[in-house]
């Protein structure tokens, strides 16, 4: 099974919308984190956004926020008022107990002015 | 601050090959990673260390070796390259299990 699941390949988003990248997860363990990472088309890998599994309250970074349905195992990323500098690659990562990584796929979002 | 320094930036290796990658952090951090990118996927896990003298497999360790003899240095050993090595590296590092920062990654093709 795959361990990080993003079943958007591509978002399209209209400047100063919000938008939900989707990302769910599977692990058995009882304590890991989840990270949110952009990469723009330059390749460079930007961190956006962190929860932990223990963590009550959903973590928020400026426009970002994770909304973290534990139950769901559901890690879903929303980015509130798009710019177009929000075009980018989008990844969802796992780090499992014992310090192993595992990142999704990706959706490519497009913001369109 | 230079953060997360790698080289080189591209390569070119033949069948057979071999070549060290290099990866630099000047933050201190314990925890370092290298990963591999193929074209439209995400980053798969290579190996990681918690430490110096401390190294782990990750997801997809065959065909690599590493080595941690210091804290800022964590070079990847590629050992008779293949076809199947060519990809995007990247090197991280974290002071703890949360956010990583990643190096600019180094574009190896294998022909």
Known sequence: AQKITQTQPGMFVQEKEAVTLDCTYDTSDPSYGLFWYKQPS???????IYQGSYDQQNATEGRYSLNFQKARKSANLVISASQLGDSAMYFCAMREAGNQFYFGTGTSLTVIP | NAGVTQTPKFRILKIGQSMTLQCTQDMNHNYMYWYRQDPGMGLKLIYYSVGAGITDKGEVPNGYNVSRSTTEDFPLRLELAAPSQTS????????SRAEQFFGPGTRLTVL
């Open chain 2, 88 to 95: 995007v590296y990247f090197c991280a590092s974290s002071y």
């Open chain 1, 42 to 48: 330059s390749g460079e890998m930007i961190f956006l």
